[in-house]
Every structure is written in C-alpha cells, then in structure tokens.
C-alpha cells in the first residue's frame, strides 16, 4: 500500500491550502483516515481523522479552520486548510490504516512521505 500526498506550499498568514492523499495498491478496505502534523524541532500530533462513515475528530488548534473530508471510492482523504497561522507551519503527513487481505481483521497503519506547509506572517 502506498500513500501519495500532495497539496502542500508555501503562503501568507490568512491564505488557504488543500491537501489531497490517495491510497494505492492491495486494498480490501480502509478503516481512519487523517492527517497529522510536525512541526520543526517538534513530534508529529494528530491534525484531524475521518472514520469510514464520516466521524471526524480534530486537534484543538484546528478546529473551525480545517475540514477533513475523504472519497472513499477514490480512497482518499483531503485536508481543507483555511485562515492559515505561521504556527501551522510544518511537515503534514497523511495516515490510513488498511485492510490489505480478506483473510485478515487487522488494519495496519500506513503514512505517506509528508507533504511541507509554509505560511509566513
């Protein structure tokens, strides 16, 4: 399973991004889906995660400024990023957690290569 993340860039204080992250390969189904954020000199924490129905949870931080949405025809999850703030700055990695066999009930974590998201003041 591969996760291909893109959508990242640099941009002012206020400015918007969208971030889009496509699975691919052996796929039986995909439980949560998110996004989860490191900043410089800091750990990775959790942005926000979309269940399979449609349940989604996010970091403080975030809230009323960032929608996670996901297509799950298309197994993608998507990172709506409004009203950016400098302190969102950093390396924004996507997570889905795949069932890869039908003689499995696990789902194991999968991550993308990170994506960079700059905004300046």
């Known amino acids: 399973v591969q996760l291909q993340a893109s959508g990242g860039g640099s941009v002012q204080a206020g400015d918007s991004l969208r971030l889009s992250c496509a699975a691919s390969?052996?796929?039986?189904?995909?439980?949560?889906m998110g996004w989860y954020g490191q900043a410089p000199g800091k750990e990775r924490d959790l942005v926000a995660v979309?269940?399979?129905?449609?349940?989604?949870n996010y970091a403080d931080s975030v809230k009323g400024r960032f929608t996670v949405s996901r297509d799950n025809a298309k197994n993608t999850v998507y990172l709506q990023m409004n009203s950016l703030k400098p302190e969102d700055t950093g390396v924004y990695y996507c997570?889905?957690?795949?069932?890869?066999?039908?003689?499995?009930?696990?789902?194991?974590?999968?991550w993308g290569q990170g994506t960079q998201v700059t905004v300046s003041s």
């Open positions: 390969g052996t796929i039986v189904s995909v439980n949560d």
């Open positions: 979309i269940t399979s129905g449609g349940s989604t």
């Open positions: 997570n889905a957690q795949v069932r890869t066999s039908l003689f499995s009930v696990r789902w194991p974590d999968y």
